[in-house]
Nanobody, 113 residues
Framework: QVQFVESGGGLVQPGGSLTLSCTAS????????MAWYRQLPGEDRALVAT???????DYMSSVKGRFTISRDNAKDTVYLQMNALKSTDTGVYYC???????WGQGTQVTVSS
């Protein structure tokens, strides 16, 4: 079963940028929809962005225009470029398929001055 390892999180000031990476243990070319999810403090895990096999993206409204999802099937990697970060983006970010499979450890993103 394909597993996912997220990286790239950290502490950033409001208005800053981060790029998250997700490396799969197997081929993602055969996985139709890849996604980034996040779990904000005190909330359930929620879908943030999706990308189809051909590369068509979609975003939750609160990140549209600030986040960009992309995938590199040759590298079995999915990315999330996050710009204009806000304190309300603070949380643990996960990548997975849609619908999701087994969760990885996620990567912590903290937006604070």
């Amino acid at each position: 079963q394909v597993q996912f390892v997220e990286s790239g999180g950290g502490l950033v000031q409001p208005g800053g940028s981060l790029t998250l990476s997700c490396t799969a243990s197997g081929k993602i070319a055969g996985l139709s929809v890849m996604a980034w999810y996040r779990q904000l403090p005190g909330e359930d895990r929620a879908l943030v962005a999706t990308i189809t096999g051909p590369g068509s993206p979609d975003y939750m409204s609160s990140v549209k225009g600030r986040f960009t999802i992309s995938r590199d099937n040759a590298k079995d990697t999915v990315y999330l470029q996050m710009n204009a970060l806000k304190s309300t983006d603070t949380g643990v970010y996960y990548c997975n398929t849609l619908p999701h499979r087994t969760w990885g450890q996620g990567t912590q993103v903290t937006v604070s001055s």
